[in-house]
């Protein structure tokens, strides 16, 4: 009796302890660089759903762990993050890098290891390896879906002339060439285009030359720290009268820092964004009550608007699929995921075979108003006027461009 | 003949190793150090024989690198070809680089050698077939038997690479070719008055150094599955097979081996286990430490203890 | 390509070229004057900068704070160059490949010593002449570049003074010209030295205030500036001051030209091209000595 109770509690004690092994979930994530204003956001946001899912008693009854590394927005540090998170971590599930430029080198990684990957903002990433277990979170899908919203309009106020300036990285090069096809077919003239460096810090030279090219539209395809640049040289030297719409593609002008420090050089500029004050979808006002919270104590960007309802979207559907499959089985996961729709935050996500969102909706907003040195104003609405999709529109554009930002 | 042993022993202990169930990662890893080996090597042939500073590894790692993506994207042919190809590409640039600079003496061709790391950067930003500045995702041809993953196929080839480039450094050095480099190191002026065609010499070193080191770069974008030119040609390379040399020793072909893995393994271990950085901080102060304090390096400490120890019985 | 643009991108250069020059300076005295091979200097310029940020935050004009860290940078000058001169000068000839390992060495230290202090993010200042233009008809020109020509103006004029008029100047002069002679006189070359290295580094934290006026800084900034700083000191030609301007102007106009005609993605190699030509063609540079 005394031996069955020993091998009974052996047992026990093995199960007890395989059972409190954690769920590990691995990400690397931009905390700095160009990236790290909205990488700081959004790991906040998922450790807040790691959280919430652990105090619901976590995934298949486990513990839930996130492990997460700096990439540093630099594209040559994910393979080897990634593969230590696998060989070395030995992670149970993967959530991309946010951003397309540090997503691309790890998806020929996934896809040749046979591995579930869960999207993170990345455009267009996926479209050369074609891998069938990959899932954006992104409100977007092709080039269409983000920039027939700024060309429509353009066009709707007359525009007939546009140039195109992309940084020379994944991100804007998948967005330039897809809004160049559009255009084309839409029957406007290219005036001027150039690919930069992703380096480049002075863009004086290109807002010269755009101005003597004299556009109607500039669409612009950058990543924060440019963005920030072009912001600041377009206020410095003035991109000339003719300009109606100026913006489009710009990363990071989402990012509350760079919002704040930006201010009033952001008026006029119509860029597109995920989620801004007035669209509604349910639970996020509280998620945003409680980010705002958390955000404040770990001094992160308090308003969240851009990155955090998505990845907290993520977790959700993690949640959702692992609850229904009952396991942490790559395959069958992604073959849940491609078959379901998942209520989230943001409201319902699904997707198309490429991965990528099946019913995109790409909000195109317009600075106005906005002062110098105020983080707060941005909550207001009015800030912020959506332009498109019709089902959000809160307003019609200011153009000219140089008069809606009030410049010389 | 102890070296040939030598020599087969490492190879049969690198394929046996990833022919076991040693865990994914050492390989990973593991390629980095066999690679810095390889660099270390190919740079001290030029750096420490013949005392030609080369700040300019990282244009032909780079170059080997491309020209193995570009054999690779346009034929899909087999790595010992691009391995092949990439040797041959970038030892050309390094007899095209001699010709331009090895007349130039101490800083002048060191900056000339940086020099050649930036153009040769900006002309692949440039070049949009493999990728510009964007840079490439390259998928991996299916591992071929016996080996269980592409990795650690990678790691038994840099380890025949290492093997290679240590072979062709040891016969340089025992040979006339090796005395030739000595005496330009020592005194440049004397030795031409002597009759050593040092121009030659020089170029013959500065082709075989760039050639290894684009065989070394050739294997990079497999191992990565991408490729982009600011990591490829990143200076850390240059730093990198720079200070190995000076660590361990120029004057011998062992110095290279042991500071390349003595700092390689440093290094791996540290980004595994505190970040990136610390790891390019190591390499610059310890080369500054050992530049300062131990000019011959580890081999030129160990022979003054062993003659300390002598001298004291 | 307009005549406009043109003429515009010649204006840019030339302000342009004037920074490049005062940033090159401190090379100029280092490398030109004393033959130290000095490639840590473009990453004691963004340490620099880095500096003027921090006085940034609390409130400091960069121009200002450039001024006030001179004297900073003079003691950081001595204090290496006295290192050096320990470590490799008084040691005879096989120092000069271990003291430019040395400086690649320091450089690095310096630039991770910066990512880890401050992370890879950029760092830019404020100023009310930075982020508005003067406007001269059609034209546009940044106000922020306008200042950095005038202090650069001003730094290479007041150091060609300095080293032609005063007794020190000269005697820095001198030895670089004939370094036994002067100690022959009785002046002690290794303190002249010293402190010509300290001026070129004290001059240098001023090149670096004007950097970051000039746009954002970032850790890695110093490679590219090697190519910028050893091109216009090879191209002047070593220890001639005028020169440095005269090569900073060229190296800027070129620039822009091609940045210009050409886009971004080639202005790099600019100066790199410009040192490997002037390495080839006429190594004494143009005003040689």
């Known amino acids: 009796m005394r031996f069955v109770s020993f091998i009974l509690g052996l047992a026990f004690s093995a199960v007890a302890l395989a059972q409190s092994a954690p769920v590990k979930i691995g990400i690397g994530i931009a905390q700095t660089g160009t990236l790290g204003g909205g990488g700081k956001a959004a790991l906040l946001a998922l450790q807040m759903w790691v959280e919430d899912v652990n105090a619901k008693g976590g995934l298949l009854g486990r513990k839930v762990e996130l492990l997460a590394y700096d990439d540093q927005s630099n594209p040559a540090t994910t393979p080897g993050i990634y593969t230590k998170l696998l060989d070395v971590d030995k992670v149970d599930l993967l959530i991309a890098p946010y951003g397309t430029v540090p997503t691309a080198p790890i998806m020929p990684l996934v896809k040749q290891r046979g591995l579930l990957l869960m999207g ?132 990071g002008l989402q990012f509350t820092p760079v919002m704040e420090s930006l201010g009033s050089s952001l008026n006029g500029i119509v860029n597109y964004h995920s989620y801004v004050p007035g669209m509604k979808y349910p639970g996020i006002e509280d998620f945003l009550q409680r980010y705002a919270k958390k955000a404040a104590e770990a001094k992160v960007d308090p308003l969240g608007f851009y990155l955090p309802p998505f990845n907290y979207a993520i977790g959700q559907i993690l949640e959702q699929a692992v609850a229904a499959t009952k396991s942490l089985d790559q395959k069958l996961l992604a073959r849940h995921l491609h078959s379901h729709e998942f209520n989230t935050i943001v409201g319902p996500i699904s997707w198309g075979p490429d991965g990528e969102r099946a019913r995109p909706a790409v909000p195109m907003i317009q600075f106005r108003n906005v002062a110098d040195k105020n983080v707060e104003q941005f909550r207001q609405i009015g800030k912020q006027v959506i332009l498109h999709p019709p089902q959000f529109k809160s307003g019609d554009p200011v153009v000219p461009y140089e008069k809606a930002r009030g410049g010389n | 003949m102890k070296f040939w042993i030598g020599m087969a022993v490492t190879v049969a202990l690198a394929a046996g190793l990833a022919l076991s169930r040693t865990n994914e990662y050492f390989f990973y890893a593991g390629f980095v150090v066999l690679q810095f080996v390889v660099l270390a090597t190919a740079w001290n042939i030029l750096g420490g024989y013949a005392g030609y500073v080369n700040f300019g590894t990282a244009a032909f790692f780079g170059i080997g690198a491309y020209t193995a993506v570009v054999l690779f994207k346009a034929a899909g042919a087999p790595l010992a070809l691009q391995i092949l190809a990439a040797a041959v590409i970038s030892g050309l640039l390094g007899f095209g680089t001699g010709l331009l600079t090895l007349r130039l003496r101490g800083i002048f061709f060191s900056i000339a050698t940086v020099a050649v790391i930036f153009i040769m950067e900006t002309a692949m930003v440039n070049w949009r077939y493999v990728g510009g500045a964007t840079g490439m995702q390259l998928l991996r041809p299916p591992v071929m038997e016996p080996f269980e993953s592409y990795t650690r196929m990678l790691f038994v080839t840099m380890a025949i690479l290492a093997v290679i480039a240590v072979s062709i450094a040891r016969y340089i050095e025992v040979s006339w070719i090796g005395r030739g480099l000595r005496a330009i190191r020592d005194s440049e002026e004397a030795a031409e008055c002597f009759g050593v065609p040092t121009l030659q010499l020089k170029l013959f070193a500065c082709t075989v150094s760039g050639a290894l080191m684009g065989a070394a770069g050739a294997a990079m974008p497999m191992y990565m599955s991408f490729i982009e030119p600011p990591s490829s040609f990143s200076l850390t390379y240059s730093v990198s097979a720079l200070a190995m040399p000076m660590i361990g020793g120029t004057s011998h072909w062992l110095g290279p081996v042991i500071g390349a893995i003595l700092l390689g393994s440093v290094q791996q271990i540290v980004t595994v286990t505190i970040s990136n950085e610390i790891n390019v901080l190591v390499v610059g102060v310890l080369l500054v430490v050992f530049v300062v304090a131990a000019p011959d390096g580890v081999l030129g400490l160990l022979k003054k203890l062993r003659w300390w120890l002598r001298s004291s019985r | 390509m307009s005549f406009e643009l043109l003429l515009e991108a010649i204006v840019f250069g030339v302000l342009l070229g004037c920074f490049y020059a005062a940033v090159s300076i401190g090379l100029s005295v280092a490398f030109g004057l004393l033959d130290v091979p000095h490639v840590a200097h473009p990453a004691i310029m963004v340490l620099g900068s880095y500096c003027t940020y921090v006085l940034g935050r609390y409130g400091w004009d960069p121009i200002v704070a450039g001024i006030a860290l001179m004297p900073l940078f003079f003691l950081l000058g001595v204090a290496i160059y006295r290192f050096y001169y320990e470590s490799f000068e008084k040691r005879g000839s096989d120092a000069g490949v271990r003291g430019l390992a040395f400086f690649f060495g320091l450089a690095f230290i310096i630039e991770v010593g910066l990512i880890l202090v401050f992370g890879v993010d950029q760092r830019m200042v404020e100023a009310a002449y930075i982020g508005r233009s003067l406007a001269l008809g059609e034209f546009r020109i940044p106000w922020r570049m306008v200042v950095a020509f005038g202090v650069a103006l001003a730094l290479t004029a007041g150091l060609t003074i300095y080293l032609s008029r005063t007794f020190t100047g000269r005697a820095i002069k001198a030895v670089a010209q004939d370094e036994p002679a002067l100690r022959l006189m009785g002046a002690n070359p290794v303190r002249i030295k010293q402190w010509a290295f300290g001026i070129a580094t004290g001059v240098t934290a001023l090149a670096g205030a004007m950097l970051i006026v000039v746009g954002p800084v970032e850790p890695s900034l110093d490679r590219v500036y090697i190519g910028r700083t050893f091109a216009v000191v090879v191209l002047a030609g070593l220890g001639s001051m005028t020169g440095t301007l005269a090569a900073g102007l060229i190296l800027g106009i070129s620039e822009s030209i091609v940045l210009m005609q050409f886009g971004a993605s080639w202005a790099p190699a600019v100066a790199f091209g410009l040192l490997l030509v002037a390495l080839g063609i006429r190594p004494q540079g143009l005003f040689g000595r």
């Not at chain 1, 101005?211 to 000339?240: L, Q, T």
């Open chain 1, 120 to 251: 993170n903002f990345s455009f267009q990433v996926n479209h050369t390896v074609k891998h069938d277990m990959w899932f954006n979170n992104a409100p977007w899908g092709d080039a269409t879906s983000w920039t027939e919203g700024f060309l429509r309009i353009g066009q709707n106020i007359g525009a007939q002339t546009i140039a195109f300036i992309a940084a020379d990285q994944e991100f804007a090069q998948n967005l330039a060439n897809g809004a160049k096809e559009i255009a084309k077919k839409s029957g406007l003239k290219t005036v001027y285009e150039q690919n930069y460096p992703p380096a480049t810090v002075d863009f004086s030279a290109m807002i010269r030359a755009i101005r003597a090219a004299k556009p109607d539209m500039v669409f612009v395809c950058s990543y924060p720290n440019d963005s920030v640049a072009i912001v600041r040289a377009v206020n410095e030297i003035g991109v000339g009268p003719t300009v109606k719409l100026f913006g489009g593609g710009m990363v």
